[in-house]
């Protein structure tokens, strides 16, 4: 699976208002619901699973980075957004390091293969340094897909 296959551009967020977790995970979630990728009546449920899912574990995976996720049943395929926090939040990351990239994900409960694949590409690019510090630095909608589009060529090559 590639990011064009979830990545909502319309909600990308290089950005984020957000100073804390809860925050950006509401801010992200909305901007999903802003590209009408989630319907507004769903927002707060989306939220509180995403939510519930970092009470298990913080998915801050280090370096700067968290994937907060969940599954949720009014989505119909996977649906996600990458928010960039220029100052950092903190995440509880198992490094203890503030996040700068947050790549969230919605998918669907009927299909965790599809979530799994998605996750998985994240983890994939999200090892390339190169990737991370050019995603950090992005300052644009479009240079954070300009990004995107080289990782998914890179992945297909």
């Keep these: 699976m590639k990011f064009m296959d979830f990545v909502k551009p319309a909600a ?73 926090s220029e100052s950092g939040i903190d995440f509880n990351s198992l490094d203890g390091e503030k996040v700068h990239l947050l790549f969230l994900l919605v998918s669907p409960m009927k299909n965790p293969t599809d979530h799994l694949r998605a996750l998985e590409n994240i983890s994939r690019q999200l090892r390339e340094d190169t990737f991370c510090r050019f995603l950090k630095q992005a300052k644009t909608v479009e240079d954070v897909q300009t990004l995107l589009d080289e990782a998914d060529e890179r992945t297909s090559a």
Excluded: F, N, Y
Aim: net charge negative; no cysteine; proline share 4%.
């Design 12 to 84: 990308i967020r290089p950005q984020l208002r957000a100073t804390d977790k809860e925050g950006a995970i509401r801010e992200l979630v909305g901007a999903l619901v802003e590209a009408g990728e989630i319907a507004e009546s769903d927002q707060e449920d989306i939220v509180q699973g995403v939510l519930k899912r970092e009470e298990l574990g913080s998915t801050g995976i280090g370096r700067g980075v968290a994937v907060p996720h969940a599954k949720h049943d009014r989505v119909d395929q996977p649906v996600g957004t990458i928010g960039i």
